[in-house]
């Protein structure tokens, strides 16, 4: 019983990774500035892991941290034809004008929280 | 008389075959002391026999002698064309380039923390759109950049160690790790791989 158990959730679980088609996430730090980029639309995780690495970032497969978070940020570009969202979540001690100028500065959408 | 009447028909077909011949023989070959070329009848009136022909010499077209074609290792590599698709990253490297040197020209903490972000978010895309993985490239990148230390290789040989591809891409691989150094830094490396 407890094998079929076992088996359901990890047939589950790779489902659940087969369907996200996220890249992972990349947490740096600038100064006092504390941000972590979720990388959205079709990226491999080595190239995400190696960039984030260049960046002194620190990588990980799974979404950013909501812990602490001032707010987010979304921006979007576009890559061979299609239009991409990534979502940049930053943390305090940022405020929230703080946040939103980062944001503004990356001609993104910014939401509190 | 029974052997002419059996005879008589043969002899006529025979010739008749004869006749056939020559007529066919006249219509095909010249007649003597005539080029075979001028067989057609000339429709231009023949100059006059008093008055002196100017000689013209025939028209001769001189061909210039054919350049050899180019190989990987005469062909110039700042001229290769870069593919498409190639172009449109590069494009891509560029407009990323200017936003950041905005962005770090700011001076400002933020305007750092915002440069960063988008170099987190940009540089695997552009990797992506660019289809290559910068770890099987790294290895080729050091040896491309050992090789052209000192003074750098005559383009010959140094055109002989990739393809043209590989060059555009570590061109490109290169110009992204530029991209990866902040400000000056990244601006000055930029355009090691040539």
């Not at chain 2, 891509?92 to 978010?121: K, P, V």
């Not at chain 2, 003074?151 to 140094?158: F, T, W």
Request: hydrophobic residues 40%; proline residues 7%; aromatic residues 4%.
């Amino acid at each position: 019983m407890n094998a079929r158990l076992f088996a359901l959730v990890a047939l589950l679980g790779a489902a659940t990774a087969a369907c996200s088609d996220s890249a992972g996430s990349c947490t740096q730090t600038q100064g006092t500035t504390m941000f972590c980029a979720e990388y959205g639309g079709d990226v491999s995780s080595d190239n995400a892991q190696s960039s984030c690495s260049a960046g002194r970032g620190t990588y990980s497969s799974g979404a950013c941290s909501t812990t602490n978070r001032v707010g987010r940020c979304a921006t979007t570009t576009t890559s061979g034809g299609t239009r991409i969202t990534s979502t940049v979540s930053l943390y305090s001690p940022l405020t929230d004008a703080e946040a939103r100028q980062f944001c503004t500065l990356l001609s993104g959408t910014y939401t509190s929280g | 008389m029974s052997f002419a009447r059996a005879a008589l028909p043969w002899a006529l077909a025979a010739a008749l075959a004869v006749i056939s011949m020559v007529s066919l023989a006249r219509r095909v070959l010249p007649p003597p002391g005539r080029a075979v070329a001028s067989t057609r009848p000339s429709l231009q009136p023949s100059p006059a026999p008093s008055l002196p022909r100017a000689r013209v010499a025939p028209a001769r077209v001189d061909l210039p002698p054919r350049a050899p074609l180019p190989t990987a290792a005469t062909r110039p590599l700042e001229r290769d064309p870069a593919p498409p698709a190639m172009e449109a990253v590069w494009h891509r490297i560029a407009s990323l380039r200017a936003r950041l040197d905005a962005l770090e020209g700011d001076g400002g903490e933020i305007g750092q923390a915002a440069a960063a972000a988008l170099r987190t978010i940009e540089v695997p895309r552009i990797l992506e759109e660019a289809g290559i993985s910068d770890e099987p490239f790294a290895a080729h990148l050091a040896a491309y950049r050992d090789a052209v230390a000192d003074g750098g290789l005559p383009d010959a040989l140094r055109a002989s160690l990739f393809t043209d591809d590989e060059r555009e891409r570590l061109r490109l691989l290169d110009a992204v790790h530029a991209l990866q150094r902040s400000g000056a830094e990244g601006r000055a490396d930029a355009g090691v791989v040539r």
